[in-house]
């Protein structure tokens, strides 16, 4: 069984940068052969997929953030980051990570376990 942690979410001005982090853990579990997925969630919206990393170290981006935001992963330290800059008042959401996988299309398939969640604010 996997367990996540994320954490460095903020107060942060709008144009300002974070460091989100996801730490997995758990017995037996392959962290280097997941595929990891960063989501956000604001209340009342459905959790929307921002980025994933393949286990081959691929990045994929939804729109929004393209060329903002940039995953990255440490699998010597079962570690996931999502650098974010260039933050609008629209990133303002809870994030999440997820261990997952990409199907034969190559897209994300989200695991079923889920951390707590960092809350990032972003003011104008």
């Known amino acids: 069984q996997v367990q996540l942690v994320e954490s460095g979410g903020g107060l942060v001005q709008a144009g300002g940068s974070l460091r989100l982090s996801c730490a997995a853990s758990?017995?037996?579990?392959?962290?280097?052969?997941?595929?990891i997925g960063w989501y956000r969630q604001v209340p009342g919206k459905q959790r929307e997929l921002v980025a994933t990393?393949?286990?081959?170290?691929?990045?994929n981006y939804a729109d929004s953030v393209k060329g903002r935001f940039t995953i990255s992963r440490d699998n010597g330290k079962n570690t996931a980051y999502l650098q974010m800059n260039s933050l609008k008042d629209e990133d303002t959401a809870v994030y999440y990570c997820n261990t997952g996988r990409q199907d034969y299309r190559g897209t994300y398939v989200a695991g079923g376990t889920w951390g707590q969640g960092t809350q990032v604010t972003v003011s104008s």
């Open positions: 990393i393949s286990s081959g170290g691929r990045p």
């Open positions: 758990g017995s037996g579990f392959g962290f280097s052969s997941n595929t």
